[in-house]
T-cell receptor
């Protein structure tokens, strides 16, 4: 069994400020970790993923995340946000053997203010 | 490639009606999944498939049926719609690691 906790339901931030969206997970097996972004009335778009190797993962739109196995965390960061980053962000985890069975967090709403 | 396609985009049903949500992918992916998304919650897995002819239940399977007769298609059937099934439904497909999501179907059950 696996679970995901996104620690902040809403994160307001001013434009050009840094942001961190926090994600903790639990699993009894080795995992793959993902961050997705969802813009209003759209589907999910992959931001980045951790499968193995380097624990610092870079994704699209200037986002990066760091896998911390000892703290079972996978926090998403961006050094300088834009208005266009306003969206819902989801952290997801799945075991490394079943590509069809992901568990998602409840989401974090990032609101970037001018 | 069209990727993952879903039809319809919107649907309104009355309680007790049945319908099928369609999902198709053209990437030759083995894995396909159905999720539902409710306000304030993440996606919850309904059913998934690891290949043609093989399906299994996810976290919230009650009230839904699936079958997978081809690699490309993975329809989701609501046998007798209930207001609790009002939600946005997403289909996804994957090969080994990354899931690719369709645009979603917004279903309202009155």
């Amino acid at each position: 069994a696996q679970s995901v906790t996104q620690l902040d339901s809403q994160v307001p931030v001013f434009e050009e400020a840094p942001v961190e969206l926090r994600c903790n997970y639990s699993s009894s097996v080795s995992v793959y970790l993902f961050w997705y972004v969802q813009y209003p009335n759209q589907g999910l778009q992959l931001l980045l993923k951790y499968l193995s190797g380097s624990t610092l993962v870079k994704g699209i739109n200037g986002f990066e995340a760091e896998f911390n196995k000892s703290q079972t965390s996978f926090h998403l960061r961006k050094p300088s946000v834009h208005i266009s980053d306003t969206a819902e962000y989801f952290c997801a985890v799945r075991g490394n053997t079943n590509a069809g069975k992901s568990t998602f967090g409840d989401g974090t709403t990032l609101t970037v203010k001018p | 490639n069209a990727g993952v396609t879903q039809t319809p985009k919107f649907q309104v049903l009355k309680t007790g009606q049945s319908m099928t949500l369609q999902c198709a992918q053209d990437m030759n992916h083995e894995y396909m999944s159905w999720y539902r998304q409710d306000p304030g919650m993440g996606l919850r897995l309904i059913h998934y498939s690891v290949g043609a002819g093989i399906t299994d239940q996810g976290e919230v399977p009650n009230g839904y049926n699936v079958s997978r007769s081809t690699t490309e298609d993975f329809p989701l059937r609501l046998l007798s719609a209930a207001p609790s099934q009002t939600s946005v439904y997403f289909c996804a497909s994957s090969r080994r690691d990354t899931q690719y999501f369709g645009p979603g179907t917004r279903l309202t059950v009155l």
